[in-house]
């Protein structure tokens, strides 16, 4: 294992077809009881709309001229109010599939049922309508996360609610005592890193270090990845609900041991702040992910601080994230995975965006748009990066779009329904377009791929596990060809 890596001249071309034990793209998402699909999402819906039918079941006329009327004025609101609140604060790419807001209405109206008819129902309706209540709510969570793919099980959601270890995590202060011992897996390191160069707030972070780094008597300068997740999150999401780590341990055993530094770092510094990794009101995570995670990660684990050995992966607003970052500083990183990103940082409109993400301050849009930036800057050297997009599914036939991966089909019937990308619309294709056109103007190396699928964390571990290869080779490590 060299000490440095080899600096690559040109970048390798993606792979077509990453093979894999289990040809299901969710293959890692089956362990445990599936939140995501099958018998128990379906049960709960059931329960739910069983006992909101139990408490509305009464036979008197003031009930049903007065009282339902009120609860379905409700429900009805509830569900505008929600879809007009998602589409003016710019949360989504894609539109919520209906069943969402037939869930959201569900639950305000089981909410109105539980107050209105108090007076005059039996003790079997009124727990009915008590218990209808949390179970629409619980509802509405399966179908949100089933929309999203947040939560693939209920182990994972368990996880994440009691902040259970991640897989092969152990602590910074054990680090010394696992050098130059054969390992078959990496290890995933909590870290504090300082915010004295952003003032930036933030949440742990995590480090996941590939079986390479402990050869030897000191840590190789292994290149790195910074792995930044979407809108709503945690650092921890890539693990949790990517469970992107049986696939890094698969690459790794058939690599020697060889694979990057990844970074799970924190661009919101809490869960519903979206930053869209820019310098604003709402914090300056740009700073933060340039001024105070490459020197820790150099420092701390003796990584390159070669820009050739770094690169960004991003998804949804991290795949936004990613080629912004690029191209806004390629002195910090060369290569970019923008999976299923925007054409620009978003937080509703253009005018919107300007007031919510930068205080007003219009040139700061310029600062931090990837076409402005990169008109600004002017040819780019060594830079390279990969589109991982969405495409709707063909009427006929299993593949999409040329230049697509040979990666199996995203289950359209069960996940993701619902989506721009799964119907129909190009948004984040049309903004890879621009961005790649743009981008090759001016001496950046990029490819579009297109996948079958919808808007959630299933695509982007697939879109990870395929590009992995890729990103490895592209940062300067071999990889084995037997793969």
């Not at 004025?73 to 589409?87: D, M």
């Not at 310098?279 to 684990?301: C, M, Q, W």
């Not at 990666?407 to 119907?423: M, S």
């Not at 056109?437 to 579009?448: E, F, M, P, V, Y």
Request: with cysteine.
């Amino acid at each position: 294992m060299p000490t440095t890596p080899p600096t690559p001249s040109v970048a390798p071309p993606p792979p077509p077809h990453l093979p894999s034990a289990n040809l299901n793209p969710y293959g890692g998402f089956h362990r445990g009881l599936s939140l995501l699909h099958g018998w128990l999402p379906l049960t709960i819906e059931l329960i739910a709309v069983a006992l909101l039918i139990v408490a509305v079941a009464r036979f008197t006329r003031r009930w049903w001229l007065v009282r339902v009327p009120i609860c379905l004025a409700s429900a009805a609101a509830a569900a505008v109010g929600g879809w007009l609140y998602l589409t003016d604060e710019g949360l989504a790419s894609d539109p919520a599939p209906l069943l969402l807001w037939v869930a959201v209405a569900a639950l305000a109206g089981a909410l109105a049922v539980a107050v209105l008819g108090w007076p005059g129902g039996r003790w079997w309706q009124r727990a009915a309508a008590i218990l209808a209540v949390p179970m629409a709510l619980l509802s509405t969570g399966v179908v949100l996360n089933q929309w999203v793919g947040y939560y693939p099980t209920v182990q994972s959601a368990w996880s994440a609610l009691t902040a259970g270890p991640l897989p092969h995590q152990t602590d910074l202060a054990d680090l010394p005592g696992l050098r130059g011992k054969p390992r078959t897996t990496g290890v995933v390191v909590p870290v504090h890193i300082p915010d004295t160069a952003s003032g930036f707030k933030h949440r742990t972070e995590y480090v996941y270090l590939p079986p390479a780094w402990f050869a030897g008597d000191k840590p190789p300068a292994l290149p790195v990845v910074t792995m930044i997740a979407g809108e709503f999150n945690t650092p921890a999401d890539w693990l949790r609900s990517g469970q992107i780590m049986p696939s890094i341990d698969k690459f790794t055993a058939a690599n020697d041991g060889r694979a990057p530094i990844l970074v799970f770092v924190d661009s919101s510094g809490s869960f519903n702040n979206d930053t869209e990794c820019v310098n604003g009101p709402r914090g300056d995570a740009a700073d933060h992910l340039t001024k105070d995670v490459p020197p820790y990660v150099e420092s701390t684990f003796g990584a390159s601080a070669d820009p050739a050995n770094w690169a960004v992966i991003g998804w949804s607003m991290g795949g936004t994230c990613a080629i912004d970052l690029t191209v806004t500083h390629p002195e910090l990183f060369h290569t970019f995975v923008d999976i299923a990103g925007d054409l620009s940082p978003a937080s509703g409109t253009k005018e919107q965006t300007i007031r919510r993400l930068y205080g007003g301050d219009a040139a700061a849009w310029d600062r931090f748009d990837p076409l402005t930036v990169m008109d600004h800057h002017g040819p780019y050297t060594g830079v390279a990066g990969l589109f991982d997009d969405l495409t709707p599914p063909p009427r006929q036939g299993n593949r999409g779009g040329a230049g697509q991966f040979a990666r199996p089909k995203v289950d359209e019937d069960q996940i993701g329904l619902g989506g721009q990308d799964a119907g129909g619309d190009t948004g984040e294709i049309g903004a890879a377009e621009k961005l790649c056109a743009k981008g090759r103007d001016l001496g950046i190396d990029c490819t579009i791929h297109t996948t079958q699928g919808g808007h959630t964390w299933q695509f982007a571990s697939a879109a990870f596990e395929s590009s992995f290869p890729w990103i490895t080779a592209r940062v300067g490590l071999p990889v084995l060809e037997s793969r």
